[in-house]
């Protein structure tokens, strides 16, 4: 085990350089002159040649890249160029609210998702199993922008039930009150690709011998689907979420962006249109080593979720 | 010794039966979605939405979109002209409570209305000093009257050709400048269908380049392949794309095109890779050796038609997921410039109209995307259930 974790470790040092390859040259190269992106279009040379040294992008190019590893190694991205807060501290304090958001989202999600999953795929075939996948398909079509716009609109604005937009300083306050809207919003989006997926995992084990050895010794349909179907499909199931958590955490950014929630999903939309090119670089690379490690842990938590998992 | 025995008796049979050719594949698959009444169906909505697409794209129709043809927030014909009493539905209080309902020549209002915008236009920055009794009135009767003025005053400096008829209803409804909604959300559609479309092929032809060379030369060429695999896989999509949106200054529909296309290849390349692993190994594959077919060949005349139909599932797939993309970068101001008008940048428009209870853009918007993305992933079911009749039962139908 131990040696399987440190051999994968070791494996993603290549990707791991990929991505900051990656990330420099888009944003060294692709993009033009940094320098001139910071400066902006008002500015004289020696303004420039200034911001170049600044940056280092007058070093070679194997200096720049060597400051840019630097940089990720030590968490240091310095200065964010629009607000002059320095990045990581722009990471660490916009995290929180993130997660105020989607940690709720993400354990709601999945029980429903699961639950009614289950509901369907037992009465497959039924009124109710075609209903609720008609349903799935058109809801899964309207842009997240629209389900966005008529919640804000007709919950918060129209009915009042809930904040327009807004965070507080207080957990519980964020959490029950200028999360709820959001919440239920993010639930209505991905409750139905995700019912639609899990579906046809269930629907893959449902048919499997041991659900009828199951039957024949007489166990109940709800230990059969809770306990033997549920536990069967749930590597596939871990491998979706798993995959999904470190998008999950920029998925919201629409959220974030229409309820004014100062999380990392709504400092991206800024960065991005301001430029901001130190939150987006430092952004991209740790997002990407978050999406290595949870691929990582999901292989592990397969073991968990069945014995006959063979990790090599 | 078996594949001989089995291998003479069609040779003996072949001229005793009357020859019939047997379908090929494409064949069969058209035949399966034909009888597929929802797939038909669903295909019939793409067909129309396509079409659209290429009609306004050639200027057939939609051409004059920007024109404003109906008065600010004109509502749709089917609620009629006065929905809301009071508030600037009508470009200018007096003429519109003569003849509310019906449809007018400005060239005898709107000198009037002029004035009257011009006077409220200059009047509302300087304060709130007491207006003109017309401006009053329509003060009075409507918080929003400043505001409107304003835009009026905007939306004719835009367009300086004063003598035109403005009708006071559209189909769909009208927007901030009286553009015809209806018109806008078909050239909307043809520019979200347009970069689906495109950024899908880009993406697709990507893909399945890569996914063929890493996976029919295998070895260190496969390995840099999986490298660049998960270099991109391990980057979140969206986060991707918005930091390559950052990077690329220049705002334009090849823009997006390339952002989308350039960023999305990873998921065809992995099954591309994996049918050519698969079919390198085949005997019709060591038949094009042994009658001197070079790599290049083999790759794209032999191999390439017997995973065609793989390409042709991920393009729709990527269609579908594209068009999506392409309306919520357009909305956040990432996508299309502004003068090119995309289900997006609509949407974006009507966030704000929603708040002064003009939803009908928003509907419209909304509701085209819904339409053609429901068609367009239903039959991409219909599609590979056609083309793979052994993923059906997985596809849980």
């Given at each position: 085990m131990t040696a399987y974790i440190i051999r994968r470790l070791w494996q993603m040092i290549p990707t791991m350089l990929g991505v900051i390859l990656l990330v420099f040259i888009l944003f060294n190269w692709v993009g033009g002159d940094p320098a001139y992106v910071l400066a902006g279009k008002i500015s004289n040379q020696e303004q420039i040649d200034n911001i170049r040294r600044q940056l280092g992008v007058d070093q070679p190019v194997w200096v720049q890249l060597w400051?840019?590893?630097?940089?990720?190694?030590?968490?240091?991205?310095?200065?964010?160029?629009?607000?002059?807060?320095?990045?990581?501290?722009?990471?660490?304090?916009?995290?929180?609210?993130?997660?105020t958001v989607l940690g709720p989202l993400l354990v709601l999600d999945t029980l429903f998702a699961i639950g009614l999953a289950l509901a369907v795929a037992y009465v497959r075939g039924s009124l109710t199993d075609r209903t609720v996948m008609i349903v799935c398909t058109?809801?899964?079509?309207?842009?997240?922008?629209?389900?966005?716009?008529?919640?804000?609109?007709?919950?918060?604005?129209?009915?009042?039930?809930?904040?327009?937009?807004?965070?507080?300083?207080?957990?519980?306050?964020?959490?029950?009150?200028?999360?709820?809207?959001?919440?239920?919003?993010?639930?209505?989006?991905s409750i139905a690709p995700n019912l639609r997926l899990y579906r046809t995992f269930f629907l893959d084990e449902i048919n499997q011998d041991y659900v009828r050895t199951a039957r024949a010794k007489g166990l109940s349909e709800n230990r059969i689907m809770w306990i033997h179907v549920l536990r069967n499909a749930s590597i596939p199931i871990i491998t979706h979420l798993m995959a999904g958590l470190p998008g999950l955490l920029l998925g919201a950014f629409l959220i974030e962006r229409f309820f004014s929630i100062p999380g990392i999903g709504r400092e991206v939309i800024l960065a991005v249109e301001r430029s901001d090119f130190p939150v987006i670089k430092a952004l991209t690379v740790y997002v990407a080593f978050a999406t290595m490690a949870s691929n990582l842990l999901a292989d592990l938590m397969y073991k968990a979720a069945d014995p006959r998992v063979q990790l090599k | 010794m078996a594949s001989d025995t089995a291998l003479k008796p069609p040779v003996r049979t072949l001229r005793e039966v009357p020859h019939t050719v047997s379908p090929g594949l494409w064949a069969l698959a058209w035949k399966r979605l034909k009888s597929d009444r929802v797939g038909m169906v669903s295909l019939a909505i793409v067909a129309v939405f396509v079409a659209m697409m290429i009609a306004s794209g050639l200027g057939l129709i939609a051409g004059?979109?920007?024109?404003?043809?109906?008065?600010?927030?004109?509502?749709?014909?089917?609620?009629?002209?006065?929905?809301?009493?009071?508030?600037?539905?009508?470009?200018?209080?007096?003429?519109?409570?003569?003849?509310?309902?019906?449809?007018?020549?400005?060239?005898?209002?709107?000198?009037l209305a002029d004035v009257l915008a011009e006077i409220r236009g200059e009047k509302a920055p300087a304060g709130a000093e007491p207006a003109p009794a017309a401006g009053d009135a329509g003060k009075s009767v409507d918080p929003l009257a400043d505001v409107m003025a304003d835009i009026r005053k905007d939306a004719k400096a835009a367009a300086p050709v004063v003598a035109e008829a403005r009708a006071p209803t559209l189909p769909l409804g009208g927007d901030k400048w009286g553009r015809d909604v209806l018109k806008k959300t078909i050239k909307g559609s043809e520019t979200s269908i347009f970069v689906g479309l495109a950024a899908a092929a880009v993406a697709t032809l990507l893909g399945t380049l890569f996914g063929a060379v890493a996976g029919y030369y295998g070895k260190w060429v496969d390995d840099c392949f999986n490298w660049f695999y998960s270099v991109f896989n391990s980057i979140p999509y969206l986060l991707?794309?918005?930091?390559?949106?950052?990077?690329?200054?220049?705002?334009?529909?090849?823009?997006?095109?390339?952002?989308?296309?350039?960023?999305?290849?990873?998921?065809?390349?992995?099954?591309?890779?994996?049918?050519?692993?698969?079919?390198?190994?085949?005997?019709?594959?060591?038949?094009?050796?042994?009658?001197?077919?070079?790599?290049?060949?083999?790759?794209?005349?032999h191999i390439f038609p017997n995973v065609s139909h793989v390409v042709l599932v991920q393009l729709s797939i990527y269609t579908v997921g594209f068009i999506k993309a392409e309306v919520i970068l357009s909305f956040l101001g990432f996508g299309v410039p502004v003068d090119v008008v995309s289900w997006g940048s609509m949407l974006n428009e009507a966030q704000n109209e929603l708040i002064l209870g003009k939803w009908w853009q928003l509907a419209s918007a909304g509701t085209a995307m819904a339409i053609l993305v429901t068609a367009f992933s239903l039959f991409t079911d219909a599609l590979r259930d056609a083309l793979d009749p052994k993923l059906k039962g997985l596809a849980g139908a």
């Open positions: 400051i840019f590893i630097k940089q990720v190694l030590t968490a240091d991205f310095g200065a964010s160029w629009s607000t002059n807060e320095k990045v990581s501290n722009i990471l660490a304090t916009r995290l929180g609210p993130s997660l058109i809801g899964l079509s309207i842009s997240v922008l629209v389900y966005i716009i008529v919640f804000q609109y007709f919950f918060a604005y129209k009915l009042g039930w809930f904040p327009v937009q807004g965070w507080g300083n207080s957990f519980t306050e964020n959490l029950f009150v200028f999360s709820a809207l959001p919440i239920l919003i993010g639930l209505v989006v | 004059d979109w920007a024109k404003e043809s109906g008065v600010n927030y004109a509502p749709p014909t089917f609620l009629g002209a006065d929905i809301e009493g009071g508030t600037p539905a009508a470009p200018a209080g007096p003429a519109a409570q003569t003849a509310p309902a019906t449809e007018y020549k400005s060239d005898v209002v709107d000198p991707l794309i918005l930091a390559v949106a950052a990077v690329l200054q220049q705002k334009g529909t090849l823009t997006i095109i390339l952002i989308l296309g350039l960023t999305g290849w990873t998921g065809t390349f992995r099954l591309i890779r994996g049918e050519y692993l698969k079919h390198k190994a085949r005997e019709y594959v060591q038949a094009a050796d042994a009658i001197g077919a070079s790599n290049v060949r083999r790759m794209f005349v």
